[in-house]
């Protein structure tokens, strides 16, 4: 089945660690896309790349890094940086059309 | 600028129609969307709709926008439990282009 994956659901970090969240996908779309979701505050971009080898900073990428080096894939990393890291993150990805973005089941960060 | 913005609840009993509403502030948006994200999920397209429509109805989904107003709503018809979730109004210039996301509102249905 065509779809996005996200993996680990669940992550937890020291303090100071980096961690890398992967994203996945066979929906051969070419842009793809990293949210973080706070309560109450919706989802927030942080990095989105149109093209492979090309991607842009979101509204909110301090302390956050990516690559796009193949088209399937887009992995975010926490860097330590980052100084409120514990939230929901959603990776999602979209062709042509409508512009719908299509998203992953999430990865909940917690440091600790 | 760019701003979306929802109330945060709704509590309605089953059976009953929900009303979530939605105000943006780009005039150049020309897609509006509606999301649906269950507990611990990612978000799934309920529909959405282009600038130049004033209504779509999908089933028991009926979206209005009022473009002079900017604003937006998505009514459930014969609301039932398994519609509780939080609900995303989203907006984008252009096909492909990033989405601008609300806040959610978290619908209650009360049986």
């Known amino acids: 089945d065509g779809g996005i994956t996200q993996s680990p659901k669940y992550l937890f970090r020291k303090e100071g660690q980096n961690v890398t969240l992967s994203c996945e996908q066979n929906l051969n779309h070419d842009a793809m896309y990293w949210y973080r979701q706070d309560p109450g505050q919706g989802l927030r971009l942080i990095y989105y790349s149109q093209i492979v080898n090309d991607f842009q900073k979101g509204d909110i990428a301090e302390g956050y890094s990516v690559s796009r080096e193949k088209k399937e894939s887009f992995p975010l990393t926490v860097t330590s940086a980052q100084k409120n890291p514990t939230a929901f993150y959603l990776c999602?990805?979209?062709?042509?059309?409508?512009?719908?973005?299509?998203f992953g089941e999430g990865s909940r960060l917690t440091v600790l | 600028g760019e701003d979306v913005e929802q109330s945060l609840f709704l509590s309605v009993r089953e059976g009953d129609s929900s009303v979530i509403n939605c105000t943006y502030t780009?005039?150049?948006?020309?897609?509006l969307y509606w999301y649906k994200q269950e507990p611990g999920a990612g978000l799934q397209l309920l529909t959405y709709?282009?600038?130049?429509?004033d209504m779509k109805q999908d089933q028991r989904l009926t979206v209005l926008l009022n473009k002079k107003d900017k604003h937006l709503s998505l009514r459930i018809a014969d609301t039932q439990t398994g519609d509780s979730a939080i609900y995303f109004c989203a907006e984008s210039k252009n096909q492909g282009g990033k989405l601008i996301f609300g806040q959610g509102t978290e619908l209650s249905v009360k049986p």
């Open positions: 780009d005039s150049s948006s020309t897609y």
């Open positions: 709709i282009f600038s130049n429509m």
């Open positions: 999602a990805s979209s062709g042509e059309g409508s512009g719908e973005l299509f």
